[in-house]
């Protein structure tokens, strides 16, 4: 089993939809997570990062389910500008040696 | 900050050359990471130093490949020779001491294709 996986979508939505990505991990000494956004043909750019049982920020919504390995993702009221590769982000070795996702694609259309 | 900063952006090569990749991290920060994006594999750690000192070097790939870090504001990471199969996007990232500190900042990545 890989340390994390992420379903690649991509996830076609119109704007103004909800949609949820989840991302589930091997590793349970994992403390922290993280997603990080990354933009066609750009660096991945930290999105957010849960440390409990979740995180909101606006519209996006973390949630972290220790019991089940995983995390997940939820933007509400999708944009446009949301359009963009989001990746699920472990680190079982502490912060110097994150463990990236493959990443799941989204793709909000007008 | 102008962030961290890579060169060249763009690096097309031939198989058997010598390619260096630059990288400049973020003034203040401790640590600096070099990773490989693949469709294949996504994002993989090569190696990362603390204080310009190489910590981890486990996931470089072979003897090919080697990374240095002179001084605090300067690193660099050496294939010889190049292979088609190094071609992949290579990003540096660096971030700040601190336990609590785990926000990676990455530079825009440096394109290789080696032909």
């Known amino acids: 089993r890989k340390e994390v996986e992420q379903d690649p979508g991509p996830f076609n939505v119109p704007e103004g939809a909800t949609v949820a990505f989840n991302c589930t991990y091997s590793?349970?000494?994992?403390?922290?997570f993280f997603w990080y956004r990354q933009d066609c043909r750009k660096e991945p750019k930290l999105l957010m990062s849960?440390?409990?049982s979740g995180n909101e920020d606006g519209r996006f919504t973390a949630q972290l389910n220790r019991a089940s390995q995983y995390i997940s993702l939820l933007i509400r009221d999708s944009k446009l500008s949301d359009s963009a590769t989001y990746l699920c982000v472990v680190p079982p070795g502490g912060y110097n040696k994150l463990i990236f996702g493959a990443g799941t694609r989204l793709a909000v259309h007008p | 900050d102008a962030g961290v900063i890579q060169s060249p952006r763009h690096e097309v090569t031939e198989m058997g050359q010598e390619v260096t990749l630059r990288c400049k991290p973020i003034?203040?920060?401790?640590?600096l990471f070099w990773y490989r994006q693949t469709m294949m594999r996504g994002l993989e750690l090569l190696i990362y130093f603390n204080n310009n000192v190489p910590i981890d070097d486990s996931g470089m790939p072979e003897d090919r490949f080697s990374a240095k870090m002179p001084n605090a504001s300067f690193s660099t990471l050496k294939i010889q020779p190049s292979e088609p199969r190094d071609s992949a996007v290579y990003f540096c990232?660096?971030?700040?001491?601190?336990?609590?500190?785990?926000?990676?900042?990455f530079g825009s990545g440096t394109q290789l294709s080696v032909l």
């Open positions: 990232a660096s971030r700040e001491h601190g336990a609590t500190n785990e926000k990676l900042f």
């Open positions: 590793n349970s000494a994992s403390q922290s």
């Open positions: 849960v440390y409990s």
């Open positions: 003034s203040g920060h401790d640590y």
